[in-house]
């Protein structure tokens, strides 16, 4: 029976590139994100929902159970504010915690049902920030250090049901996300920051959507990384394990 795999933030850089990379390895794909309009193939099925709200995600949950198994849930849904922990009104920063930390507590939840004594996997989407980080971008490396506690939870208490979970720390991925940030610092061109980035990073560039995706589909493989629970994995091209004062 083929492999069902459902990815949040599907319409996104990130979220895209991991579909892709499901259907390409033979996997149906469930994408989930809040864009209205599936113009662009963001999965064999989309929906469209705020997987930060709870009755949104038990609807489009609802939905899903007519599929009757998920062998993978990837929660990569998020957004950042730039700001620091200052200037961030209590607005921005329950929004981001809940898009980037409620959103899987909720799908992990909704999931279960579909996942349990198949030898399911979980992949959170975490981030580089959550262990090393930068100015003005406190919510964003909150929320993602939150999510590694959130994984090492679920993979202790729900390993007896044979779900696996771990998540991936990305380092700076050429997303519309990284467009983003790095206008928002006032660089003079997205061209001039990208450069800026990869050269301080040792493999001397910033990664493709599509390399995060291999290992989100790495630690979703009931093969490749069968023996892998409650870990969190790096791919940043070697960013943090370089001095920062070197």
């Not at 795999?5 to 590139?17: C, F, I, P, S």
């Not at 049902?113 to 981030?127: E, F, I, Y």
């Not at 971008?137 to 999510?147: F, P």
């Not at 390399?211 to 940043?236: H, K, N, W, Y």
């Amino acid at each position: 029976m083929t492999r069902v795999a459902l990815v949040t933030g599907a319409a996104g850089g990130l979220g895209q590139a991991t579909v892709a990379a499901f259907r390409e390895g033979g996997w149906q794909v469930v994408g989930i994100d809040r864009v209205e309009s599936a113009a662009i193939e963001y999965g064999d099925v989309y929906l469209s929902a705020n997987v930060a709200d709870a009755a949104a995600v038990e609807s489009a949950f609802a939905q899903v159970a007519r599929l009757e198994r998920i062998d993978a849930l990837v929660n990569n849904a998020a957004i950042q504010v730039g700001s620091t922990v200052l200037e961030t009104s209590p607005e921005d920063w329950d929004a981001v915690m809940a898009t980037n930390v409620r959103s899987s507590f909720l799908t992990i939840r909704a999931a279960y049902p579909l996942m349990r004594d198949r030898g399911a996997a979980v992949v959170n989407v975490s981030s580089v920030h959550a262990v090393a980080t930068s100015h003005a971008v406190a919510a964003y490396a909150t929320s993602k250090a939150a999510l590694m506690g959130l994984t090492r939870a679920a993979a202790v208490e729900l390993a007896s049901s044979g779900i696996r979970v771990n998540a991936v720390l990305p380092g700076a991925i050429d997303t519309p996300m990284l467009q983003a940030g790095v206008e928002r610092r006032g660089a003079s061109t997205p061209d001039a920051a990208l450069s800026a980035l990869a050269s301080r990073t040792p493999l001397g560039r910033v990664a493709l959507p599509e390399e995060i995706a291999q290992a989100i589909l790495f630690l979703s493989d009931p093969v490749r990384s069968s023996f892998m629970t409650g870990q969190c994995l790096i791919v940043d091209g070697g960013a943090t394990a370089h001095l920062s004062t070197e």
